[in-house]
Structure formats: C-alpha cells, structure tokens
C-alpha cells in the first residue's frame, strides 16, 4: 500500500510539473527572433521560435535546463523554476560571434542545413553567383554573359538550369515552367545578395512543402526581414566594372519596420568583346510583427538587365590561332530580362499549439535571348544564331495549418502541418526563331502560348517518442498543361493533365544531443514542358524520382561537425524539350548514387574551417555499359574554406571550388575537364566603414566554367566536328570595396 502511494504521489508530481513552457524570445532592441533552437537537456525535447518569436517546449519540468540557441547570439541556459511554467517567459539574447557552437543538433529532417548556415553568416555572399554554392556539392557555371540563369550540378545531374531542384526566395519560386530556353529555368538574379538572411536547403525528393523539381533536392533563400542599419557600398575593379548598393530604414518602430534595397552592377567582363552588361535591382520590405500573435511580410521588387556574350567557342578555333580563349565566334549573342515580384507572407498564432502560415505572390517576368551553338553548322549562309523569347505572369498561394505539442502515451511528442495551395503560369507568345545580327527574323521555328496550373495538398507529419523520431509525409499534385500552337493555320489548342501522388517517410534516431542517424526515402518529380505533354499525348507527364538517403551528423566536440551521407536516386522516363532546337527528345531512365561527406571546425574563436566532398555514379539504365554515361553528370566535387571572423577589425576568406573531370557524351570519347579555383576577400572595419578587397581565381587558373559536347561548323570549314565548346572562367579579378553603415 505505501508503495502504491508512492508510485501514485510521483504519478500526481508529474502531472502538476511537466507542463508547456512557453514564452517569446527577443534580441536586446526587443525584436522577435526567429528559429531561435530550444532544447531541453533533461529531456531531448526541443522546439524553435516561430516567425512571432513566439515558443513552446511541452514536458518541461521544475529544474530542468533548457538552452536557447541562435545563430550570432550568446547561448543561454535557463534552469526552470515554478515562475517560468506559471508565466509566459520572456529570453533576451545578446548579440555576439558567430560560432559552430551555437548550433545544437536537434531532430530535424534539415538539419544540415542549419549547420551549413554557419559558413553563409560568417563569409556571406558577394556577389549573385555565390548564392547557390553555399549549398554543399552544388556547383554553377555561367554561360551568357552574366544575364541568363547558371548552369546547376549537384548529385550528378547536369540540371541545366533548374529542372531536378526546386528553387525558391521566401517560398515564392524560381524555376519558371515551360520556359522559352527550357523547363525549369530559374534565374536567381533578380535577389540582392546583401539581403539574404540564411540559405535553407535539403538533398532528394523527402519534403512534402516541396513540390515540382524537388528531385535532387531544394534551395530557399530567406531574406532579412528587418536592416540592423543602413547600409551603402561601392564596389569597382577589372574589366570596367562597378557596382553601387544602397539598403536604408525607412520605418523603425516598435512593431513595424521597412527598408528599401536597390542596387546598379556594371561590367565589360574578360571577354574580347565587351559584355556591356547592366543590371538594376531594387526591392522593398515591409515588417510587421506583435510577439506572441501574428507577423506579416509584404516585398515588392523589380529587376531588369541587359547584356552582350561571346557564347561557347569550340577548342578547334582556339587551338588554330582563329581566337583566343575569350574571343568569340558570333559575339552578337546576347538578350535581356526582367521580373517583377509582388508577395506577402503572414503567420497567425492561434494558441500555444496552433498556427497558420499563408503566402501569396504574383510576378511579371519577360524574356529575351540570342544564341548561336552550331555557327554555320544548318545554315552556312545566314549562321545559326537564333532568338528565344517570352512573356509571363506567375500567380499563387499557399496555406498551411500546423498543430503541436500533442502528447502520446508517456513519452510520445506528435505534431503535424498541412496545406493547400496553387501557382498558375500564362506564358504568351513563347517563341523560337532563327534571326541574323540579332534584327532580322529570318524564320520562326515555334511560336504560342502555355497556361499550365498545379494545385496541390500535403501533410507533414512528426512523431518523437525517446531518440526516435518518424516523420511520414504525403503530398498529391494536380497538373492540367495548356498549349496554343500559333503557326498552325487553324486554331490548334491542346490540353492535357495529371495527377502525382508522392509519399515520404524520413526517421532520425538521436543517439545522444551530439550525435544522430538519419534514414530518408520519398518520391519526388519534375514536370515536363507542357509543349512536351502535348506533343507526347499525355505521356510520362510527371515523371518520379525515387530516393533513400542513409546518413549521421555528429558533433565531437562543441567546436566540431562532421556530416557522412550514402544516397540513391532513381528516374523514370522522361520526355525533354530542346528550348534551343523546339524538338523532343526522349532521355531515358536513369540511376544515381554517391557518398557526402563534410567537415566544419570552430579552430578558434576567430577561425573557422568547412569543406564538403561529394562522389557520385550516374548511368542510363537503358544502355549497354560504356555507353551509358549521362553527359556532364559530375563524378567528383568538393568546396571549402578557411574564414576568419572577430579577428580584431579584420575579417575575410580563402575559398575552393573543385570538380573533376566528367564525361561529356555518352560513351565518354569526350572529355569535359574539371577545374580547381580559389578566391579571397578581405575586410578591414574602423568604426562604421569597411574597406574590402575581392578576388576571385587568386591564382589565375585556366579553367572552363561551362563545357559541351557539340556539333558545329565555322565558317571555313566544309565538315563539321563534334568537340568540346566551353566557356572560359573568369581569370585573375580583383575589386575594391568601400562600405558604410549608418
């Protein structure tokens, strides 16, 4: 009986003092700070403040230590008492260093992620480029001048530009459907990099709020949703160029907050023929924010740019003396874009346990592009250069529901999001056509109009119990492709749909709060061109792909992480259309695998050190062996750094980019050749000035950006020869930086 009463008595304690510990959390000017880590070191629970700075840790008991974590602040610990469970608590984080040691290895299907944000806040981004390579293994090339979108690799897909990974900025996307230079197509530079926040990424189809392209995986920018101070800078160095950025507060106050970005970046580039490239950003922000109940975000911005390029040249007129490595075949290659973005992001706090998050954006974007990839190869006469061309108008919405903190049994934690939403694309007037010096249309090869919707729902789950936790997604797409054919006679309007269904199930296992083991499998796709599905009846519209991910993050010590990750990726038939030719082809199935890993060393208060190395294996699993290589796919890649940080007044870094060579064809007889490439900037702060110095290939490496296997004929020439054609890397470039905050 006294036994009973005991166990009844502690039953009863229990009940009384693990409670909801909740509160906001707040930096010392009482700003909400977001996804600030909270993690109970009693007893593994954690949780992140959401965009309110508003938390709450369930199963918390007096005398419990609970640490609060962010990025940039001081880690505190709290030692719970019977006040902070009675009341809402309110944490202050002071400002400080950024170290490895902020980040707490917590249960999250994105963990990396956050690890990785480690290298964005001590070294950010210089420039529009740079912003896709703070994703380990993913590397970029350009190849136009600076204007059109990169080209992206990563887990051994040449994704072109942007068809096997989903991109977007504050859940607005990027990658533009059925595009006049092909599918996918996702130009970044409409961002300002001095605005992005943090890069939140994940590798392979496992993450239900992700739809279209999410193959290979997803990169979201977030961007700073309030300025700490305003900010000039003017940059100016090699090649002509010039740069000059203004960010300035025009609201500060208790809830509200707005600024204004704009930039105008000017170049000539390396090329015998100048680029005359131009490009002008401007954006504004509006914050509004009450702790505890509802934020809200509205941006508007608008980009536009022109510029000139040199285009990729063949090894054979480089090797002849004809040009050198930066001269150009047809330098009258080039185009202009622009896009103009409207969107608007809003949480609502409906209790401790529920929220409701909704965005919205529409977007004017326009498209206009010369090249020339054969030369004299179909017409020996005019040239081969032709014109791609279009005019859009993306709208959507998102809606998304989450409930947490629901308790299972003892020791179960279940929690849980659901959404809707939709993003439609109108797409006028999408043209291919053969043209002369860029002024004469010589024959139009396509012309019409694409109006493509995909609606969609998903829910995302998460249950933790002990060091397990199982997060069991599904997500389910509508698609209905439009296509008006305006070459034909008659009125030719083609129509067709599909549905995809696409479940995940990813689980993690929490050895101790400084080491894990995670297991990912889900099933993601990329649609295909709607001219595509047209022209194919319907078929293979949303290829899947099928993915499993087996890794560990752990760190030894508080200044150590180290990340290993084993992976496959399976695709199924897909259908692709060639922007630069209007025709379909056929790609086959196809099956990837490789191994991560990566490293990030805290040496020294002031000094931090990461590097990330990638192997992978891409073959067609439809062809005989020695012929079943996938062109361009990267067997080898690897990035790193050494940066410094809190160094007195100094602060800057020394950074890498490898990738080895690659097949080029599909029976490997041609050789695209890797590269290694290293850059440096350097930063010295008195008072509120910083002068920077910027340069990128320190040791004036000779090295092609973007390389391809490709049919051509000059104009000297009778035959034609398939060879590499490449575009060189930028050589030795260096820029100085004045900056002033205020």
């Not at 991109?167 to 996307?173: A, F, Q, R, T």
């Not at 003396?321 to 973005?341: K, M, V, W």
């Amino acid at each position: 009986m006294k036994y009973n009463l005991l166990a009844f008595m502690m039953l009863f304690s229990s009940v009384i003092y693990a409670q909801n510990f909740k509160g906001t959390v707040v930096n010392e000017k009482q700003k909400p700070l977001e996804d600030v880590g909270i993690f109970n070191q009693n007893t593994g629970q954690h949780g992140h403040t959401d965009a309110t700075g508003f938390f709450t840790l369930p199963r918390t008991s007096v005398g419990d230590s609970v640490y609060f974590s962010n990025l940039g602040y001081k880690t505190d610990l709290v030692v719970i008492t019977s006040n902070n469970l009675n009341s809402k608590f309110t944490m202050v984080m002071t400002e400080s260093s950024i170290s490895l040691d902020q980040v707490i290895l917590v249960s999250e299907s994105d963990l990396l992620s956050r690890i990785v944000d480690v290298d964005v806040q001590t070294n950010p981004v210089q420039s529009s480029q740079e912003i896709l390579r703070k994703v380990p293994g993913l590397i970029i090339g350009q190849h136009a001048g600076g204007g059109k979108a990169e080209q992206i690799f990563l887990r051994g897909f040449d994704i072109d530009h942007g068809t096997d990974v989903a991109i977007s900025v504050d859940g607005m996307p990027v990658n533009m459907v059925s595009h006049a230079h092909g599918q996918g197509y996702a130009d970044l530079h409409f961002v300002i990099p001095e605005t992005i926040e943090n890069v939140n990424f994940g590798k392979g189809p496992y993450y239900a709020d992700k739809g279209n392209f999410n193959t290979a995986g997803f990169v979201d920018l977030r961007l700073r949703k309030t300025l700490d101070k305003s900010l000039i800078s003017f940059e100016a160095g090699q090649f002509n160029t010039t740069r000059l950025l203004g960010m300035f507060n025009v609201l500060d106050s208790k809830n509200s907050n707005a600024y204004l970005a704009s930039e105008i970046y000017l170049t000539d580039g390396a090329f015998d023929s100048p680029q005359d490239f131009n490009r002008i950003n401007i954006m504004g922000r509006y914050n509004f924010n009450l702790p505890g109940s509802q934020e809200l975000n509205v941006t508007a911005s608008h980009f536009q740019s022109k510029w000139d390029a040199s285009g990729q040249i063949p090894q054979r007129a480089v090797d002849q003396g004809l040009i050198g490595r930066f001269g150009a075949i047809d330098d009258t290659e080039g185009g202009q874009t622009s896009r103009t973005n409207l969107m608007a992001n809003h949480t609502k706090i409906i209790d401790d346990n529920q929220l409701v998050k909704t965005r919205a954006f529409v977007s004017h974007y326009d498209f206009e592009l010369f090249s020339n990839f054969t030369f004299f190869l179909e017409d020996p006469i005019n040239g081969d250069q032709i014109k791609q061309k279009e005019d859009r108008i993306i709208v959507g919405a998102e809606t998304a529901y989450e409930r947490k903190n629901i308790n299972v049994g003892e020791n179960g934690q279940f929690k849980y999001q659901s959404g809707v939403g939709f993003r439609y694309d109108n797409a006028d007037n999408i043209e291919l056509a053969n043209t002369l010096n860029r002024k004469t249309t010589l024959n139009t090869v396509a012309l019409g109009d694409v109006d493509e919707v995909n609606t969609y729902g998903f829910l995302n789950a998460e249950y933790r119990t002990g060091k397990w936790t199982f997060n069991p997604a599904l997500r389910l797409d509508y698609f209905r492709f439009d296509y008006l054919n305006k070459l034909t006679e008659t009125y030719d309007n083609q129509s067709e749909s599909k549905v995809a269904f696409s479940p995940k199930m990813n689980t993690i296992y929490s050895v101790n709060q400084n080491w894990q083991l995670f297991l990912k499998s889900g099933i993601g796709f990329h649609s295909n061109d709607s001219r595509v599905v047209v022209a194919n009846d319907g078929k293979d519209i949303l290829p899947a792909a099928y993915g499993v991910d087996f890794g560990t993050i752990i760190k030894p010590t508080s200044k150590l992480a180290l990340n290993a990750t084993l992976w496959t990726l399976f695709l199924e038939q897909e259908f692709v259309y060639v922007g630069d030719a209007g025709i379909v082809e056929p790609s086959g199935k196809t099956r990837r695998y490789g191994a991560e890993v990566g490293a990030r060393y805290q040496a020294l208060d002031w000094l931090y050190l990461y590097t990330d190395v990638n192997f992978t294996n891409a073959r067609s699993t439809e062809e005989a062996d020695g012929e079943d290589f996938i062109p361009l796919a990267p067997d080898f890649t690897s990035s790193g750094g050494i940066l410094v940080d809190g160094l007195g007044s100094f602060s800057g870094g020394l950074t890498y980019r490898l990738i080895g060579d690659r097949p080029a064809n599909e029976d490997n007889s041609i050789n695209a050749e890797g590269y290694f490439v290293t850059d440096l900037n350097l930063n010295y702060k008195v008072n509120n000035w910083t002068y920077s110095v910027i340069v990128e290939n320190l040791f004036d490496t000779e090295w092609n950006e973007t390389q391809f296997a490709t049919e051509s004929r000059l104009f000297n020439e009778t035959e034609s020869t398939e060879e590499i054609h490449f575009t060189p890397g930028i050589p030795f470039y260096v820029r100085g930086k004045v900056s002033v905050r205020f």
